[in-house]
C-alpha cells in the first residue's frame, strides 16, 4: 500500500494472471468476495482471487442467478481490486447478455484492473451449476463464440484473460460435447478452458483433459470432488484450480456461531477472545498507511500527543473553595479550571488526557479523560503524582499544571516543537506575575530576543528566586508546560527513577526534576512567550482569572 515501486517495474496484473494459467506447474486461485476477503487471500499467499459469483451473490443476500446487477458486482470489484496487488479473475457467469454486452463488461472491468474475466456457455439469467443443471439450457456454440471474440477484441491489454467455462457435462451432455465446445471456444480466442463438473469423484474431468490433451490451459474448480489428492490433477496438466466458495462458507459459519452465542449470552465475554480485534481490522484496512500519509500531507494534521495533567494538590492557600474539591476544580467564569483545560487540549486534537488526582479525586468529573490517583497525595508533591501516571507516558506528549488558563496558540506553539524537552518560558516582567505562590524562575542561555521567532534557547536551571548569586537574573518565569518528544520520554523516566530511589522524593517538584536532567546532561529547550497565561495559587489569582477568561480566545 505504501511506497509502491515506479510503475515501470510493476507486473499489471493482467500480466500475472496470464503467468498463472500459462504456468508450468499447477497454481490455485482463492474466492474472496469483498476486499477484506480479497486482502485475507492476499495475505495468505495465493497468487490470484477468485471473484465467484455464488459467493458475491451471497454476501449481497441474493441468489446466484443474475439478481445482483452487473455493475454492482464490477461496484464491488473495484473494492477488491484496490485493497490487493493479485490479480483477479472475475465469474463473469454469462458476460450479462449478449455479445454487446460482454465488450462493455470488459471494457469496465480492465478499467478496474480486473485481470480476466470467465464466462459460461449458458443463458441469461443462469442459476448455479449446483441448482439443477441439468435444467439450464446450454447457449449455441456460435453465439457464445460470438460473444468470446467481442471480448477479445475489445479488450486493450493484450494480457486480460478470458476464460471460456463449458457447462455441457453440468447440464446432462457427454464429453464428446463438452469437447466439441471447448475446441470452438479455443478457436473463438479464449485464453483457457474451464471445466465444470458436478461430480463426487474427478473422472469426467480426468477424461476430459487426457481427451483435450493440453490444446489449451485448463481451468477447474473441485467444489464436488474436493477430496481428490491434487497429485492427480497435477498428472492431468490441470493449469488452474480454482477454491471457488471457502472464504463466504468459513465466514457464514463463523457469523452463525457468533450470532447465536451472542443472542444466546445476551454479553460479549464469551466471544471477545474468538473474534478479530478491532485492531486487526484496522490493520487489514490500511490504517497505518493513512496515519502516515497524514503526517506526509495534511497540513493541519496533529500529531499523537497525549497529556498528562498533575491536578492532585488541594491549593491550601484557597481556604474555603477547596473544602471538597482540589483547585483545578474551582470554576472561572462558571467553568472548572480542569474543564477548561481539557477543552484547550482537546481543540489542538489532544484527546488522550490523563488527569493525575489526589485530594477530593471523586470530585473530578470531567468527562473525556483517564484518572489515575495518587492515593498519597497529602505526604507527596509532584513528582509522586507524576509517577502515578508513568504508565502513559508516551513519545508525544505535554506535562501541565492543572491549575493554567493560557491563550490556546501557546498549547499550539508548544507541540510543534520537535526537541526532546522543551518548557514553555514567559519572559514578561513581574507585572504579569501572580502574586502568591510559588515561582519557578528560568535561568536560560539566552534572555527572551523578541525580534525572534523560535530562537534556540537552553535552560540551564531553575530556582524560585529571581536573582541568585546577586547578579545572574532569570530570563522569566516557568509556567509549568513541558513539551516531550521521541527521546525526551526515556530521559524523564531515567529521571523519575533515579528519584524515586531518594530519600527526599516525596519532596520533590517538577523544577527539580527538570534541574536533575539539566544536571545530568540532557538538554532542555526553551519555548519563549509573553504573558498570555496564568496559574491559580490564590484568591487574587481567582480573581485575575475572572478577568482573563473574558480575555481567552474562544
Ligand atoms: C462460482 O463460484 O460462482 C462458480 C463456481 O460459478 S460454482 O459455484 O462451482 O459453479
Ligand atoms: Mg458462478
Avoid at 510493476?10 to 500480466?15: A, G, S, V
Avoid at 500475472?16 to 482463492?30: P, V
Avoid at 478499467?111 to 459460461?120: K, L, P
Avoid at 465466514?251 to 460479549?268: P, W
Amino acid at each position: 500500500m505504501t511506497n509502491k515501486p515506479p510503475s515501470s517495474t510493476i507486473e499489471t496484473k493482467p500480466k500475472k494472471l496470464r503467468r498463472l494459467i500459462e504456468s508450468a506447474q499447477l497454481e490455485f486461485i482463492l474466492e474472496a468476495h469483498n476486499g477484506i476477503s480479497a486482502r485475507i487471500v492476499e495475505e495468505a499467499g495465493f497468487s490470484g482471487i477468485w471473484a465467484s459469483g455464488l459467493a458475491i451473490s451471497a454476501q449481497f443476500g441474493v441468489r446466484d442467478n443474475n439478481e445482483a446487477s452487473w455493475t454492482q458486482v464490477v461496484d464491488l470489484l473495484e473494492f477488491m481490486s484496490d485493497i490487493t496487488s493479485i490479480p483477479i479473475l472475475l465469474d463473469g457467469d454469462t458476460g450479462y447478455g449478449n455479445f454487446n454486452n460482454m465488450r462493455r463488461l470488459v471494457r469496465k472491468l480492465e478499467q478496474r484492473d480486473i485481470a480476466g474475466v470467465c464466462i459460461e456457455d449458458k443463458i441469461f439469467p443462469k442459476t448455479n451449476s449446483f441448482i439443477g443443471g441439468e435444467r439450464q439450457p446450454l447457449a449455441e456454440v456460435e453465439e457464445f463464440c460470438g460473444k468470446i471474440a467481442a471480448g477479445k477484441d475489445s479488450q486493450s491489454n493484450d494480457d486480460f484473460c478470458i476464460v471460456a467455462r463449458v457447462e455441457a457435462l453440468i447440464a446432462g451432455w457427454d464429453i464428446r460435447e463438452a469437447l466439441r465446445r471447448a475446441e470452438a471456444y479455443r478457436k473463438a480466442g479464449a485464453d483457457a478452458i474451464l471445466i465444470h463438473s458436478k461430480l463426487a469423484h474427478p473422472d469426467q474431468i480426468v477424461e476430459f483433459a487426457h481427451e483435450w490433451a493440453n490444446r489449451a490451459p485448463l481451468v477447474i474448480v473441485p467444489t464436488k470432488y474436493y477430496s481428490t489428492p491434487i497429485e492427480v490433477f497435477r498428472k492431468v496438466d490441470i493449469s488452474l484450480v480454482i477454491w471457488a466458495n471457502h472464504m463466504i462458507r468459513s465466514a457464514i459459519i463463523g457469523m452463525q456461531k457468533t450470532a447465536a452465542q451472542i443472542f444466546q449470552n445476551q454479553g460479549l465475554i464469551e466471544i471477545e477472545d474468538r473474534v478479530a480485534s478491532v485492531d486487526e481490522i484496522f490493520r487489514l484496512q490500511g490504517a497505518d498507511e493513512l496515519a502516515e500519509a497524514e503526517r506526509r500531507y495534511f497540513s493541519s494534521y496533529q500529531p499523537d500527543t497525549k497529556a498528562v495533567i498533575l491536578a492532585a494538590a488541594r491549593g491550601d492557600d484557597l481556604g474555603d473553595l477547596t473544602a471538597e474539591r482540589p483547585k483545578a476544580m474551582i470554576p472561572v467564569g462558571g467553568t472548572p479550571l480542569l474543564r477548561r483545560l481539557v477543552d484547550k487540549c482537546k481543540k489542538r486534537g489532544i484527546d488522550d488526557i490523563t488527569v493525575v488526582a489526589g485530594y477530593k479525586a471523586e470530585s473530578i468529573d470531567v468527562s473525556g479523560i483517564n484518572k489515575v490517583i495518587n492515593t498519597e497525595f497529602a505526604s507527596t508533591g509532584e513528582l509522586a503524582s507524576l509517577a502515578c501516571a508513568l504508565e502513559t507516558f508516551t513519545d508525544d506528549m505535554v506535562i501541565m499544571y492543572g491549575d493554567l488558563l493560557f491563550r490556546s496558540y501557546i498549547l499550539r506553539d508548544l507541540i510543534e516543537n520537535d526537541a526532546p524537552l522543551t518548557i514553555v518560558v514567559d519572559s514578561a516582567g513581574e507585572e504579569e506575575e501572580s502574586l502568591t505562590g510559588a515561582k519557578d524562575y528560568a535561568f536560560c542561555s539566552e534572555p527572551d530576543d523578541r525580534s525572534m521567532w523560535g530562537q534556540a534557547v537552553n535552560l540551564q536551571h531553575i530556582a524560585s528566586l529571581r536573582l541568585v548569586n546577586g547578579d545572574e537574573t532569570a530570563c522569566g518565569r516557568w509556567i509549568g508546560m513541558i513539551r516531550v518528544k521521541g527521546s525526551g520520554r526515556q530521559w524523564l523516566v531515567d529521571a523519575l527513577q533515579t528519584l524515586q530511589t531518594s530519600d527526599n522524593f516525596a519532596e520533590l517538584g517538577m523544577p527539580d526534576l527538570l534541574n536533575f536532567m539539566l544536571e545530568s546532561g540532557r538538554e532542555v529547550r526553551v519555548w519563549y512567550i509573553h504573558g498570555h497565561w496564568l496559574d491559580v495559587n490564590s484568591l487574587a489569582d481567582l480573581e485575575r482569572a475572572g478577568n482573563f477568561t473574558s480575555e481567552l480566545d474562544p
